[in-house]
């Protein structure tokens, strides 16, 4: 392999880069000035206890000025122990078996004391990690860490408390900070996920380092703060001039903002290609079939891809092409040797589907089209299934309210104001359809589902279900209830009994209900309805992968065969190729036998994939409501505009650097939601008579679409695209203070 | 970079994996397999069998005064010699083994029930019961134990039953403050909310899911008590408060012993090498029971974790 160009960063063509650095503004990488980074046939290895596992298997690459070079695949890949062999921070049982890294100014980092590499750390390469709350300490304020963190190194004893309080409340305030006086001295908790995640971005600045690796810095953030946060990525590249690793397992925002990207597969780059091209033209099977396991615009009604079998435990390099066992277009070749990276276009694929000699073995170059066609093969033709009845929905929700705190809570006057999470929702739904629910989160999605299944009271409203009043229940009634609707929870894990057999679990259900043995159905009969092997029913749930546990999960769920299921996040924690797998489940279930089902999700893409209805929800309220394919193509609501405009996109990728922000800021808090339009403050549409007047739910589009509601003022106009951007919100691409 | 980031990935990614929670039968497997544990559940074992066994393990009666021979050396006739009574020292020893565990067992015990009990109902069902709880267990924990047992055995009037009344009440409040919080941390888990989903009662949730998850941590402090109630129960002995003498008990024994020490220092040298064997056995057990729990609270690895990453540095 000889993929270090010394001198010159190994950048793709360029039409797509130029357009976007030029877009922002910045100088454009190639001629910024040579190389940051480079890595130079790397291998890393951990021992076990008694084994070894290959993680990092003869990698090569480099990363040059202003330069964002995405790493991408499965868990497992070995992408986060690329990130830690560069700051040589591998945990005891891992260890550089050959190659090198090089930076800039210190040439090899394996060569450097460990006094040396320390002072590299922060100065010269910051890490951002995906949970600020645990790389934050609570008891410091945030200005303290950003000292410490200064006088940590050793120039930053010599200046003065003063100099480096300031140098810090500069990096908050560039990072985005409302008010970065004000934030110095605030405390971690006292700050949202998005602005916890800016002030590890404001620390990681400090020095001003030549490189940033961000490993999965955006995963755990909702879409509207990713984009937010990818934005503040662009304008430090374009400013500083720093170089990025953005290591993440989303295929959809690494295409948004990597100029270039590396997949990772079992410890080996197999494809390298521009950002754009992820979604657009991907080559290598691996990459296609990941792509085409992710919900966009083009699945839309589909099933969605995924892979069989999983990423391997590599023990030592193989003579073969890793993703052959998975792979649908092996060949005999592919696991007679292994193969390199092959030019072809703008991008380098390790398959021999490239190679100019094998290429003949195969049929046709792969296609994304193939991993698709493949799903739609593997679906099970439909039986007899009610017909949905409008007149008599299975759940119909009136006005459902859910408040916390008040008059009602055990301490009458605490002074802690009433979080109205759930505030007047109304819809039903029919039989056998899926509804997905979608909003940020703290827009009481996840409250509106519990209440539906009445793991939450309603504070007011009704929840009719096949007619009756489940908030009127009486303690007999409710426990048949709970018979017909389930819930599938968003942590797999932690709603398993941890100390119970997977097998006795799935029993537990016709325990409490007292199903005769008769009626009952075996454990391998459950298991195998979701997929899994009979042999995980002597499992402790955390012995179970996150895939595996969520299967678990809803098995147990359907077990009593329930009308109804609210499944909330259920691809949560996922990769790609289980999350498609998991949804694929569902939908099965709801076209085999005819199960109604209720997708809390904060992913609109997967919503619009999947589900038949989407309801729209905002500070507690929906903001639009309606069919699938009509909400999707014609929103109606500045909101779910802007969610859709922040989903991937393979036929528009790379919108991200030329396009504003549709919403800005964050979501406030559900216990002072803003007078008049409860969006306005982040809605760029809106005009005095928003803040003012609440617009009502009402129908849109004059009745083409029934059902299709949506509440905003200016609905007709959105629709039509007649509305200016108002000029408050427009350059709102700054976070608006909160 | 952040210390705390770094040390977040590290601890995430090298430190022993946390316990993986197998039935009551793998938990104890577990902690046989480790040699620690292995040895300290011999040794446990070997004592209760001197206890059932031992008449069978020496010719003498306790209680068989020998006036012609007091206050003998080591022989072997008399391994540990007599007391001043001529009492053979070694067989009041073993037969004092009985006593201990007549003592400790039952009185750990029913403070183990007792405690998780009201722990669980407290924890789980929380409102009024709750709060009350809350009061009997501090205010139990505020008397100092000694006071409290000088107090209500005067009162009672020594016996064995008496004494295992006491160490158990002293140590039930203990279990039900851990209980309680063990509880309340895991009402808060998912599974909880998942089992009510599928309408479970209570009661089933309490007995089938939170029980078994908040015994065992319980289970190390039970074990590493067992010595404490075995030294409680010695020295309520020689104060003279507890099991009263001629019964052969370690506390009565020390009693006699430290009497006589200035012409025969044998006496004593056999209760306090039993109590170190057992005080021992116990704590290890203990011990082998956390580190099977979470292997990352034990401080030699941590100890060792620091160096290795200080080399890895170098
Ligand atoms: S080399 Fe063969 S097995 Fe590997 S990805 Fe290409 S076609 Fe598939
Ligand atoms: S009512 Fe006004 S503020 Fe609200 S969404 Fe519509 S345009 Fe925006």
């Keep these: 392999m000889t993929d270090v160009s010394p001198g010159v960063p190994a950048l793709p063509d360029g039409p797509a880069l130029a357009d976007r650095s030029a877009g922002a503004g910045g100088p454009a990488p190639a001629d910024a000035g040579g190389l940051v980074l480079g890595i130079d046939r790397l291998t890393v290895a951990y021992r076990t206890a008694d084994s070894r596992r290959l993680a990092i298997d003869d990698v090569s690459l480099s990363l040059g000025r202003s330069e964002i070079l995405g790493v991408v695949g499965e868990s497992g890949c070995g992408k986060s122990t690329l990130g830690m062999t560069i700051l040589r921070l591998l945990p005891p049982n891992g260890r550089v078996a050959s190659g090198s890294i090089s930076l800039a100014g210190y040439g090899d980092l394996g060569r450097l004391t460990a006094e040396q590499m320390r002072s590299v750390r922060g100065r010269e390469i910051a890490v951002i990690f995906q949970d600020p709350t645990t790389s934050l300490n609570p008891r410091l304020s945030v200005g303290a860490q950003l000292l410490q963190v200064q006088r940590a190194h050793a120039d930053g004893a010599g200046a003065t408390a003063r100099q480096l309080a300031e140098n810090a409340v500069s990096k908050l305030a560039e990072v985005g900070l409302p008010n970065p006086r004000h934030a110095f001295d605030r405390f971690p908790h006292e700050f949202s996920g998005g602005m916890r995640q800016r002030v590890m971005i404001a620390m990681a600045l400090l020095f001003e380092p030549k490189m940033i690796i961000a490993d999965e810095a955006t995963s755990a953030l909702d879409v509207t703060l990713e984009a937010q946060i990818l934005e503040l990525f662009l304008r430090l590249r374009d400013t500083h001039g720093t170089a990025f690793l953005f290591i993440s397992h989303d295929l959809g925002v690494v295409s948004q903002l990597c100029d270039r990207v590396a997949v990772m597969y079992a410890g080996r780059v197999v494809e390298e290609l521009p950002g754009d091209a992820v979604l657009?033209?991907?080559?290598?099977?691996?990459?296609?079939?990941?792509?085409?396991?992710?919900?966009?615009?083009?699945?839309?009604g589909q099933r969605l891809a995924t892979i069989g079998g999983r990423v391997p435990d590599v023990v030592s390099s193989i003579d073969a092409c890793g993703f052959a066992p998975r792979c649908i277009y092996a060949q005999a070749v592919c696991t007679a040797s292994a193969p390199e990276l092959y030019p072809e276009g703008s991008a380098r694929v390790r398959c021999f589907a490239y190679a100019g000699s094998a290429r003949g073995l195969f049929p046709a170059s792969p296609v994304t089209e193939d991993w698709r066609r493949r799903a739609e093969q593997s679906a099970v033709a439909g039986s007899e299934l009610p017909t949905p009845d409008p007149d008599h929905p299975l759940l119909q929700l009136a006005g459902l309210a859910v408040h916390f705190g008040g008059a009602k809570s055990r301490f009458p006057r605490g002074g802690k104001p009433v979080v109205r999470a759930v505030d007047g929702v109304s819809l039903s739904l029919e039989r056998g359809r899926m509804l997905g629910i979608v909003g940020e989160s703290g827009s009481g999605k996840t409250t509106l589902g519990e209440a539906v299944v009445k793991l939450l009271p309603a504070t007011g409203g009704t929840i009719r279900f096949g007619g009756r009043d489940v908030t009127r229940m009486s303690h007999r009634e409710t426990f048949a209830f709970r018979r017909r609707a389930q819930m599938i929870f968003q942590n797999p894990y932690s709603s398993l009994s941890p100390r119970m057999q997977v097998g006795q679990q799935l029993m537990e259900p016709y325990e409490i209900h007292r199903v005769p043995g008769a009626r009952r159905r075996s454990v391998e009969d459950l298991l195998s309805a979701v997929d899994l092997p009979a042999g995980v029913r002597s499992a402790y749930p955390s012995q179970l992968s996150g895939g595996q546990a969520r299967r678990v999960g809803i098995a147990?769920?359907?077990?009593?065969?329930?009308?109804?299921?609210?499944?909330?996040?259920?691809?949560?924690?996922?990769?790609?190729?289980?999350?498609?797998?998991?949804?694929?489940?569902?939908?099965?279930?709801?076209?085999?036998?005819?199960?109604?089902?209720?997708?809390?999700?904060?992913?609109?893409?997967?919503?619009?994939?999947?589900?038949?209805?989407?309801?729209?929800?905002?500070?507690g309220q929906v903001v639009e409501r309606g069919d699938t394919a009509t909400v999707a193509s014609t929103p109606a609501h500045p909101y779910t505009k802007a969610l859709l405009a922040l989903a991937p996109d393979p036929e528009h990728s790379g919108r991200l650097a030329r396009r504003r922000l549709l919403v800005a800021g964050e979501i406030p808090s559900p216990d002072s939601p803003p007078p008049g339009c409860r969006f306005h403050p982040r809605c760029m549409y809106a005009q005095d008579v928003c803040r003012q007047e609440v617009p009502p739910l009402v129908p849109v589009a004059g009745g083409d679409t029934p059902g299709h509601v949506a509440a905003c003022h200016f609905a007709k106009e959105l629709q039509a695209g007649l509305l200016a951007e108002t000029a408050a919100v427009a350059d709102a691409v700054e976070p608006a203070p909160s | 970079m952040s210390v705390q980031a770094t040390q977040q990935v590290l601890v995430g990614e090298a430190g022993a994996a946390p316990y993986e929670p197998r039935g009551m039968v793998g938990f104890a497997r577990d902690v046989v397999r480790r040699p620690a544990g292995a040895v300290a559940v011999s040794l446990i074992a070997l004592l209760v069998l001197a206890a059932i066994f031992a008449p069978l393990i020496t010719p003498y009666n306790p209680d068989t005064i020998n006036v012609a021979n007091t206050l003998a050396g080591p022989s072997l006739r008399h391994l540990l010699g007599t007391d001043s009574l001529g009492r053979d020292n070694f067989t009041r020893v073993v037969f004092g083994t009985r006593i201990a565990l007549e003592v400790a067992l039952p009185s750990v015990l029913v403070a183990f029930v007792v405690g998780t009990g009201l722990g669980l109902a407290a924890g789980y069902l929380g409102g009024m019961l709750d709060k009350v709880l809350v009061v009997v267990f501090d205010s139990l924990i505020s008397f100092p134990a000694v006071i409290l047992g000088l107090a209500l055995l005067s009162f009672l009037g020594p016996s064995v039953k008496s004494v295992v009344f006491v160490i158990g009440l002293s140590l039930m409040p203990y279990y039900g403050r851990l209980i309680r919080a063990q509880t309340l941390s895991e009402r808060k888990n998912q599974y909880v909310k998942a089992q009510r989903s599928l309408g479970a009662s209570r009661g089933r949730v309490l007995r089938k899911h939170i029980l078994p998850n908040v015994v065992p941590p319980l289970l190390v402090i039970v074990s590493m008590d067992i010595p404490t109630a075995i030294i409680t129960e010695a020295g309520l002995a020689f104060l003279g408060l507890g099991v009263q003498p001629p019964t052969p008990d370690w506390g009565v024994i020390l009693d006699d012993g430290f009497v006589n020490i200035g012409t025969s220092p044998w006496e004593i040298i056999g209760p306090i090498v039993a109590l170190l064997i057992m005080t021992t056995a116990f704590t290890v057990l203990g011990e082998t029971m956390r580190d099977v729990l979470d292997p990352r609270q034990r401080l030699p690895r941590r100890r060792l974790f620091g160096r290795k990453l200080a080399a890895l540095d170098d």
């Design chain 1, 280 to 300: 657009a033209t991907p080559r290598h099977p691996y990459t296609q079939a990941l792509q085409a396991a992710v919900p966009n615009r083009r699945s839309r």
């Design chain 1, 556 to 619: 147990r769920a359907l077990v009593l065969e329930p009308d109804l299921v609210v499944a909330d996040e259920p691809t949560a924690g996922l990769d790609a190729s289980a999350a498609a797998s998991t949804m694929n489940l569902l939908t099965d279930l709801r076209d085999r036998m005819g199960l109604t089902v209720v997708l809390i999700s904060h992913n609109l893409s997967l919503v619009t994939t999947c589900a038949d209805e989407i309801c729209v929800m905002y500070l």
